[in-house]
């Protein structure tokens, strides 16, 4: 039996950061992104809002993200840093960093080698000789304001999703080879693990990359490589949608703007900007 959720227990260990006193818990909803965004686009800028079970939990396009009752971690955050519409786009890899380094300080993973990032939105887990599987999930949904004349256009919110898969012990038959669970991963599966721990990690490290992002300290877009092994020389099939086609090739780092590359089969550069990439 999964323990019931402790909201108290998140928010002493939050206190300092900018989502310290903002976060909710509920037991089902439809979806936290699409509670989160309703909450915005009535006035709100800050909340975090976490539940035990999403009955449309929203992946990227028009994929679902599986929400087993109290099975797994679902988190949105609303933010409103004052960033640019460019510097928003750095949303994605920077919230994929900070789950995986809770991930990582939470269950005494490892950074790349055992918890891995699927460029941008993908959190990816594999033990020792084995394929990856995806354990966690990113979707992100922004709003601009107006561009004023001659001045770039300014972020009005960000609405910031991540889904963990934790306690799940199966699958539907048409994910489990592609998808598993923290617990399922770890030496002892029969452990049951508390999703507070992960939630407050990862609040903590979401302030944290937020913080660097709108300070004056150096952007994180160099070595990247060491978060993700999805960067370079990887074979991939990056898997069409939005009407596009789909192509192989390796991977061949990122853009100026953080969007991967591909160097495709009839040796073009491309850009992914859409579509779901898969190891060949």
Same mark, same amino acid.
């Given at each position: 039996?999964?323990?019931?959720? +402790?909201?108290?227990?998140? &928010? ?39 539940? +035990? ?23 949105? *955050? ?12 750095r949303l994605s890899f920077l919230t994929a960093i900070a ?13 790349? +080698? ?11 887990? *594999? ?19 107006? $561009? ?52 407050? *990690? ?13 300070? &004056? ?34 991977? $061949?780092?990122? +853009? ?11 040796? $073009? ?12």
């Amino acid at each position: 039996m999964v323990p019931r959720f +402790d909201l108290a227990q998140v &928010n002493g260990a939050i206190a300092g950061t900018q989502f310290a006193g903002h976060v909710q818990h509920l037991a089902t909803i439809p979806s936290t992104n699409s509670l989160a965004l309703a909450m915005a686009h009535s006035g709100a800028r800050h909340g975090v809002w976490i539940a +035990d079970e999403q009955t449309a939990g929203r992946g990227r396009g028009t994929h679902h993200w599986h929400s087993a009752a109290r099975l797994g971690l679902y988190l949105s *955050a609303l933010v409103a840093p004052e960033i640019t519409v460019d510097m928003a786009q750095r949303l994605s890899f920077l919230t994929a960093i900070a789950a995986q380094s809770a991930l990582a300080s939470t269950f005494g993973l490892a950074v790349r +080698d055992q918890i891995d990032i699927r460029w941008p939105n993908d959190l990816m887990i *594999a033990r020792p000789g084995a394929p990856q599987r995806k354990v966690g999930g990113i979707l992100i949904e922004t709003s601009a304001n107006p $561009a004023p004349a001659h001045s770039p256009a300014m972020l009005r919110f960000a609405v910031i999703g991540i889904g963990v898969n934790l306690n799940h012990t199966t699958f539907p038959s048409e994910i489990d080879s592609i998808a598993t669970s923290i617990r399922r991963e770890l030496p002892d599966p029969s452990h049951v693990l508390r999703r507070e721990p992960l939630a407050a *990690a990862i609040l903590v490290a979401l302030h944290r990359e937020l913080s660097l992002l709108t300070s &004056n300290l150096e952007p994180r877009t160099s070595n990247l490589s060491q978060y993700s092994s999805w960067l370079e020389n990887k074979r991939v099939r990056v898997e069409a949608r939005d009407h596009t086609a789909s192509y192989t090739g390796t991977t $061949a780092g990122l +853009d100026s703007q953080g969007f991967l590359r591909v160097i495709a089969e009839d040796g $073009a550069i491309r850009t992914v900007l859409s579509g779901g990439l898969r190891e060949l």
